[in-house]
DNA sequence: TTTAAATCCCACTAAGTCAATGTAGTTTCA
DNA sequence: TGAAACTACATTGACTTAGTGGGATTTAAA
């Protein structure tokens, strides 16, 4: 059940890039984005290439170029990053609720595997259409604001971006803990 | 997040020798196995040998040969399968509890990334490693038998098994729709 | 004792994916 | 004009996937 490296990748430079946004400094060059998580910066290339195509980021060229986010990270939910990058969540094609397509088993209607894989796909499906770019980001920030750790991608002085970050909410509220780690830490701001 | 055309057959494989097994025939040969699922023979064959090697099924050789289950189905855990054919649950790394390998990123107890990650590997492995061989087998015949449909690998006529299988209860008591399919069918029985 | 039927074992392949790397070109700004 | 950055395209090597093929071995039955 593996997300390709690419789609590691995607998803890694898109939550840099929403915590490039929010600490005011959107425009990011490909070799930073590489180097904050040490990503081979040619491949990276290619994914962000890949996620201009498909309207998640904008580049702009030339010196003083980069890339950044196409949209507000509210609207951008990971499973459709996900999607774009490693195809359908359902780990059997014929639980695909995005590309469906029929297995050659004698009765899916009766069939164990696919009810099982079907719950599985709903499990998966639950979990990254249901957080945005957005709930990352501030999952993200949140926590590296609790510790005390400056946040990546400040021109201005961190302290500065700290402060604003810190405005935020703070007391996680416990919730019951089939609803996750990422749940437990947006507290009340879930949904 | 895609479970392989490996792991697909096994799991497969090993629901029709549970189904097999309950309905008196348990030693089923691969050509049987493939053509209830229309899979490769000379495929299915090795993998057949993976799940021999690891425990899940014993070979008879010679004429009359062919494959049994291993251990009562009740101790065969799905998760356990998709491990075995597939590796680790976990979309990434290093949100794996079996086989952790740490990733490149600079601080993984602040990783957006790893948290959503993490609650998809524990959504997988709620359901993967919660059901059994049994269950599914269960879940299975249950509604081939409510739906009148004869169960497959009967040696003898199929009347005595399903009647057989009728005796099992019957009524699928609804449940939270956040249970899933299997538990829904399973019902009472679950857990 | 031979033969048929099954698993077992090993080698091989064709296609695809992954993770890059290389090279050249284009745009923008100083 | 030149440096810095993105863009485009081609290629590559390793690896995985999904099979195929050919026997060797084992067992039961004729």
Redesign the pocket.
């Known amino acids: 059940m593996k997300l390709?490296?690419?789609g590691e990748y995607a998803l890694r430079s898109l939550i840099n890039l929403g915590i490039a946004s929010k600490v005011g400094r959107p425009l990011v060059?490909?070799?930073e984005l590489a180097k904050a998580e040490e990503?081979?910066?040619?491949?990276l290339?290619?994914v962000?290439?890949q996620l201009?195509e498909a309207g998640f980021v904008k580049?702009?060229?030339?010196?003083?170029?980069?890339?950044r986010l196409a949209k507000p990270p509210e609207a951008v939910r990971i499973g459709e990053v996900v999607r774009l990058i490693?195809g359908p969540l359902a780990p059997i094609g014929c639980v695909s609720q995005t590309a469906y397509e029929p297995c050659n088993c004698p009765d899916e209607a009766h069939c164990g595997l696919r009810m099982l894989m079907l719950d599985v796909r709903n499990a998966i499906a639950a979990i990254l259409d249901r957080y945005t770019l957005a709930d990352v980001v501030e999952v993200t920030t949140r926590k590296m604001t609790r510790d005390g750790i400056p946040l990546p991608f400040s021109a201005e002085s961190p302290p500065s971006a700290i402060r604003r970050a810190r405005e935020a909410r703070k007391g996680a509220a416990s919730s019951s803990p089939a609803e996750g780690v990422i749940h437990q830490i947006l507290g009340d701001y879930a949904i």
């Open positions: 390709s490296k690419r060059r490909v070799t990503l081979p910066v040619k491949f290339e290619q962000m290439q201009r580049s702009e060229r030339g010196k003083h170029g980069g890339y490693d």
